[in-house]
């Protein structure tokens, strides 16, 4: 039986929405969260763009000291030779890609003022397909960018090239949030049925469905005879109305009626790692949880009506699907209320030995400390507000690599 893995595309979807962004260190955190909890990949970045380079080469060295460990860091750039070759100069070690062009008429004609046709589509995507190997790729997928607007034929014909040029997955990107749970089943299964690759299932929430059409294109992929990978973003951000949620899409794989009778994932995933996730993006983005947000919101367990206070109160299966602590949630929060030391670009010997010592990390003199506040001032440059805990703890840590990614050399 096929199964379901899932890839996180925060660090690149995420992060190329209007008005949001992250630093170079908060999506290194994602990434180690991500890591953390199992997931198969996450889609880190943008090789072609010079100011990630020294973010992509540092989280690449960590996977390469073992820090990252289970997680697969995949870069995204379009389906041309031009940008494989940037991608390799920029950043050598990549060995994953995603390559993404668009498959449907209206983007054909409509992006490229009428002067590409299908055939140089394809043309496109197999040359950047060859380049990629040539230059070491070790998978390969290609994106059919507003494949829900693209007649199946051709799509099958996209991907049936890819796959002569030995791709190893096919993306099906719902690039508007247009499709429905019931079309994109249909459309998945035939793709699996005919591509006979693995498909990745890329949903937008357009119109409020990306979770539903995220499940049902992974049934359908199953039922056609192929794993899925579905792609999802911590808190669903992502542009416009944002990507399917990650968290959501995990708890209605594992948790919705019936569904993992039959539909299961291909590798374990820490659910419990959930709130810590959710809570990390919500601050790094600078984005609230919405209250009625699925596991993570602030109401997802919480009462207030006589009839289901009481109904909790004696059974909480009574008014709740699943437990909060499957969320990791349950822990007590401690807020300051008093008198409080933060990091900052601007900040000092004795608030940093201050702040790190409540984390129980003791410098042994000032002259230890000093570089690793540096960093922590040159992360505050670019986070322009306080770090939590787990990155002061990851540049204290792994002072070396912080400094490789907080490295920005414009112009250069
Ligand atoms: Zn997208």
Not at 150 to 161: C, K, S
Not at 198 to 222: K, V
Not at 267 to 282: G, N
Request: glycine share 8%.
């Amino acid at each position: 039986m096929s199964k379901i893995y899932f890839i996180d595309v925060t660090n690149r979807d995420g992060v190329q929405t209007a008005r949001l962004g992250l630093s170079k260190l908060e999506k290194t955190m994602l990434n180690l969260y991500l890591n953390e909890m199992g997931i198969f990949q996450s889609e880190f970045g943008f090789p072609t763009t010079r100011h990630e380079s020294a973010y992509l080469q540092a989280n690449l060295e960590l996977a390469r000291m073992g820090v990252l460990r289970h997680l697969r860091l995949c870069g995204w750039i379009r389906a041309t030779v031009k940008d494989v070759e940037l991608a390799f100069e920029l950043v050598p070690d990549i060995k994953h890609l995603s390559l993404s062009i668009p498959t449907s008429d209206q983007m054909i004609y409509g992006k490229f003022a009428g002067l590409k046709s299908r055939d140089d589509i394809l043309a496109s995507m197999v040359d950047a397909v060859d380049a990629a190997r040539a230059h070491g790729a070790e998978s390969i997928c290609v994106n059919a960018e507003d494949a829900s607007r693209t007649d199946v034929d051709f799509l099958v014909r996209f991907a049936a090239e890819g796959k002569r040029h030995g791709v190893d997955r096919f993306r099906y990107c719902d690039t508007l949030g247009y499709e429905n749970p019931f079309t994109i089943y249909e459309t998945a299964k035939v793709l699996a049925e005919n591509v006979g690759m693995p498909l990745e299932m890329h949903c937008h929430g357009d119109l409020g469905m990306a979770e539903a059409n995220s499940l049902a294109g992974a049934r359908g992929t199953i039922d056609g005879g192929q794993d899925v990978y579905i792609n999802t973003t911590v808190n669903g951000i992502g542009e416009r109305a944002g990507n399917a949620d990650m968290v959501a899409v995990l708890l209605a794989v594992t948790k919705s009626k019936g569904f993992a009778d039959k539909y299961q994932l291909g590798r374990s995933i820490d659910l419990t790692m959930s709130w810590r996730i959710a809570r990390f993006a919500s601050y790094a983005f600078g984005v609230p949880i919405p209250v009625n947000q699925p596991g993570v919101g602030a109401n997802a367990f919480a009462h207030a009506s006589g009839i289901h206070a009481d109904g909790v109160l004696k059974d909480p299966q009574n008014y709740e699907l699943y437990h909060y602590d499957e969320l990791g949630r349950g822990e007590p929060e401690l807020v300051e209320t008093g008198s409080e030391i933060c990091s900052g670009e601007y900040g000092g010997i004795a608030g940093f030995k201050h702040i790190m010592g409540k984390m129980e990390v003791i410098f042994a003199d000032a002259e230890e400390a000093k570089p690793l506040l540096e960093l922590v001032r040159y992360a505050n440059v670019e986070a322009q507000k306080p770090l939590v805990e787990d990155e002061l703890l990851f540049i204290t840590r792994y002072p070396q690599i912080a400094k490789k990614l907080l490295t920005l050399k414009p112009l250069e």
